[in-house]
């Protein structure tokens, strides 16, 4: 395949999504499952809720026998308790103590609330409404065999309650991609340690592998490479045995010593190299030993900005779901601009932006400078810009914005 240069951001991603990962399934139990995407849909085991049953502590009544704005004196016949197979039945002028999620007894076809009531003896005073709506009917919320949870769905804590609800134990999910991530450089040294004048601490490879977790990888983070063509090689080649997909960071611009696109270019196989964003401009994309590869720029903004912009893609379409779907690292949006911004000459401008909520809708301001290398601006903003090419951002302007989770 002949290398292509300079493409647009669209082409990008469809080279990077051809070649996803067939991923294999796993069963696992619902205490590990959270953050999984689902691998088969689940249909419910029973219908919710299972029978009729009250939504508050109270009396189980006749409506009919209940009174508007009068006193009832009702014979009581016995208590309902949730878990309890004891079954009752009330007939005219009884009622039957009920608590929150017991089952209705014959008979009754209201509740009144237990602050409703006043008990003389075996009877029951009620001095309130009785309500079909505390009652609730069988299958309202789920019927039995019906799917609730598609394949795709991204399993949060709402949706493992749900599964438990439906009677599931464990639930079919796609494996994690194992992604390795490899920084690359002589003057990186790990946090930690003593810098000489001329060293700055390896960051890349710690945000790098939490961007993977947070959509829904798993990271292997190897030894940081130092600029050396037979390191290098060992490492990707270890990285490629180990992988579902490599990331490495630094190493794929013009300089003398930017050994990662050297490398590919000598021994592996390039789909394209460098996309028309600002900032993110250098990536390389391709495969080393048939692993898809793909070189950030070491730039620390620029490497997150293209892991959201052509790394997540590849992470749906290897889940089969779409970019809507979680885990995400975000959503577009429009915002109202409230600081001007400037745009980049023929490529897609990504700048950092704080992003809140006004009368007026989404609104959009800057807080630091906009180098690639600073990525305390990723950490003061939370979201950018998708300024199309030769645009800038005036104050006022409505543009298109990816707003960071």
């Known amino acids: 395949m002949l290398m292509e240069r300079g493409i647009s951001l669209e082409r990008a991603i469809s080279f990077v999504q051809s070649e996803k990962k067939n991923l294999s399934l796993e069963s696992i139990h619902l205490d590990n499952a959270y953050g999984r995407i689902l691998a ?79 008990i003389d003896n075996n009877n029951v005073i009620i001095s309130g409404p009785a309500r079909k709506t505390y009652i609730r009917r069988k299958g309202e919320n789920i019927s039995k065999g019906e799917e609730i949870l598609s394949r795709g769905h991204f399993m949060d804590a709402s949706s493992i309650s749900l599964a438990a609800t439906m009677g599931y134990e464990y639930i079919e999910v796609f494996c994690k991609p194992v992604v390795g991530v490899i920084s690359t450089g002589n003057e990186l040294v790990m946090p ?48 490629s045995e180990d992988c579902d997909l490599i990331l ?52 620390p903004v620029s490497s997150h900005l293209v892991f959201s912009m052509l790394i997540c893609p590849w992470f749906t379409a290897s889940f089969e779901t779409n970019e809507n779907s979680k ?10 601009m409230l600081n001007e911004v400037k745009g980049a000459p023929e490529k897609l401008c990504l700048r950092r932006i704080k992003i809140t909520n006004s009368p007026d809708g989404l609104v959009a301001t800057t807080h630091t400078h906009q180098g690639s290398g600073n990525i305390h601006s990723m950490v003061k903003h939370n979201g950018f810009t998708l300024l199309p090419p030769d645009t800038d951002g005036k104050i006022g302007d409505m543009i298109d914005a990816f707003w960071l989770n």
């Open 40 to 118: 088969k849909s689940l249909e419910s085991k029973v219908d919710d809720p299972r029978f009729h049953n009250s939504a508050m502590d109270g009396w189980a009544v006749r409506e009919e026998d209940c009174l508007e704005n009068k006193k009832t004196i009702l014979k009581i016949v016995g208590v309902s308790e949730a878990g309890s197979n004891k079954n009752f039945q009330i007939g005219a002028k009884e009622a039957c103590k009920i608590m929150t999620g017991a089952p209705i007894p014959l008979g009754a076809d209201a509740i009144v609330m237990i602050e409703d009531s006043e």
């Open 192 to 239: 930690g340690k003593e810098l000489n004048e001329s060293q700055i601490y390896e960051s890349n490879s710690f945000g790098i592998a939490a961007l993977v977790k947070s959509v829904g990888g798993e990271s292997i983070r190897y030894e940081t490479v130092s600029d050396s063509l037979d390191k290098l090689r060992d490492t990707l080649n270890q990285a």
């Open 248 to 299: 490495t960071s630094g190493g794929v611009s013009m300089g003398d010593f930017d050994f990662v696109r050297k490398l590919m270019e000598l021994e592996g196989e390039i789909y394209f190299w460098k996309i028309k964003m600002r900032p993110g401009g250098p990536p390389l994309f391709g495969k080393w030993n048939k692993t898809p590869i793909l070189g950030l720029p070491g730039n």
């Open 327 to 336: 885990p995400t690292l975000g959503r577009k949006v429009r915002v109202k």
